[in-house]
């Protein structure tokens, strides 16, 4: 293999892992160096600077990030995300992962992702406001309905998308509502966005529980998280007659082996505001709930929450990874040869884009769909995507991230092969 380029603008544990990922998938496939060597870097990376006025009268400056990993098969495709972690180096690699994702959903995107550095549950509404505003004006440059289409990710949500979508619009002087995905439903939203993740991971739980021969009526759950993707997963696999055994959010974990109600769950979390403190239940860490007995263990928090320590006690006999990298490659290679089945993110996850892609093509027309049609056209490319990865798996004899990296950075591969190198 020829020598690659330097990506130390870039270094951070995640793209180390997205490239690691990368270039064991490209041995495999038997990339053609050029291309692989193409694929390793991200098209553009935007780096601003975002100063918001606090409620306190002082200007807080923040960074921020917009980076388009490939746009070779379309327009970029991306969420945006607010955590006090988010760097240069992880919003690239979580970039690439999105490539590979609407790749193997087979969606005419390519890869992007946003983020700004901040904790947003320290901030006011206005203030939150204020850091979206100017962050949509900062990287106004590169983003556009059919250049670069933003969406919800960790930190943010439907109101973040609002801001973005007005502010955008005021710049043009009409309403523009394919700048963003994940928008309230009164202003161009989809039916089923919300839902879309948690829905997308219950369709692949189908698909898997049917090949293992496992029906996932009373399989017992434990889902860490109950944002936009937990709740909703544990919500629709409780309705399914699955045992919800744990749950946990970013202020703790409640088990009951006999199950939670889920609908009344939520009603404690609505006035509660966690999950924590649920009647009925025990409290626990959020390590200790991954590692509570269950058949299906869903990590839909935040990444590197598998890891080597603590792989070994994974007693779930399938993982299905509603959040992006909740497993660390060390831990992958445990829980592989403990034979737990992993449902990796880039297949688990991919409702929320697919729906995403629906809520754009939506808004591109100003024709909108019943539910109905969305979830029937949502689980149509989930079971196809599931089951391309399964009997991919079975052919090459490899877990199942391998597999769906196989299929999603090929298809990526051949777009560059057939459009060539410009100029
Ligand atoms: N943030 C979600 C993801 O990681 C959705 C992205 C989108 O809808 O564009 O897949």
């Not at 020829?2 to 995640?14: H, K, Q």
């Not at 801001?163 to 309403?175: I, L, R």
């Not at 699955?242 to 939520?266: A, M, Y």
């Not at 629906?358 to 100003?366: A, K, T």
Request: glycine share 10%; aromatic share 6%; net charge neutral.
């Amino acid at each position: 293999m020829a020598e690659m380029t330097d990506i130390s603008e870039f270094e951070s544990p995640l793209y180390r892992t997205a490239l690691v990922q990368l270039d064991r998938v490209a041995a495999r496939l038997d990339l053609e160096s050029n291309i692989h060597e193409r694929l390793r870097h991200p098209r553009r990376a935007l780096v601003v600077s975002i100063p918001v006025r606090m409620d306190d009268g002082n200007t807080k400056v923040f960074r921020g990030y917009r980076v388009q990993h490939s746009t070779v098969l379309g327009p970029t495709k991306g969420g945006l995300r607010y955590d006090a972690d988010v760097n240069l180096g992880e919003v690239t690699a979580l970039a690439m992962l999105m490539s590979w994702k609407c790749a193997l959903a087979g969606l005419p995107y390519g890869g992007a992702k946003g983020g700004v550095r901040c904790n947003p549950r320290a901030m006011s509404v206005t203030e939150r406001e204020n850091l979206t505003r100017r962050y949509t004006v900062e990287i106004m440059l590169v983003i556009g309905p059919d250049h670069d289409i933003p969406a919800p990710d960790l930190g943010t949500d439907e109101q973040t998308m609002a801001w973005m979508m007005d502010t955008y619009s005021m710049t043009q002087g009409k309403t523009v509502p394919g700048i963003v995905t994940g928008k309230p439903l009164i202003v161009g939203g989809s039916a089923g966005r919300r839902e879309a993740t948690g829905r997308g991971i219950v369709y692949a739980l189908y698909q898997a529980a049917r090949h293992l021969s496992q029906p996932l009526r009373g399989q017992r759950v434990v889902v860490q998280g109950f944002g936009n993707v937990g709740s909703v997963a544990a919500r629709l696999l409780w309705r399914e007659g699955c045992v919800i055994s744990g749950v946990g959010d970013v202020k703790g974990g409640i088990v009951n082996p006999h199950g939670i109600d889920i609908r009344q769950l939520e009603a404690h979390v609505a006035e509660a505001g966690t999950v924590a403190g649920f009647p009925g239940t025990e409290p626990v860490s959020n390590a200790e709930l991954l590692e509570q007995p269950c058949d299906i263990l869903v990590p839909a928090a935040i990444g590197s929450q598998i890891r080597e320590d603590n792989a070994d006690r994974i007693k779930a006999t399938i993982v299905a990874e509603g959040a992006n990298g909740p497993t660390t490659p060390e831990a992958d290679a445990i829980l592989r040869d403990r034979g737990v089945t992993v449902i990796p993110d880039i297949l688990a996850n991919a409702g929320g884009v697919i729906v995403s892609y629906f809520e754009w093509v939506q808004g591109l027309q100003y024709y909108f769909w019943r539910e109905s049609e969305i979830t029937t056209r949502l689980q149509e490319i989930m079971t196809r995507a599931f089951n391309r990865v399964w009997a991919l798996g079975a052919k090459e004899g490899t877990d199942l991230r391998t597999a769906a990296l196989m299929e999603g950075v090929r298809r990526v591969a051949e777009g560059y092969r057939v459009r060539g190198l410009y100029p």
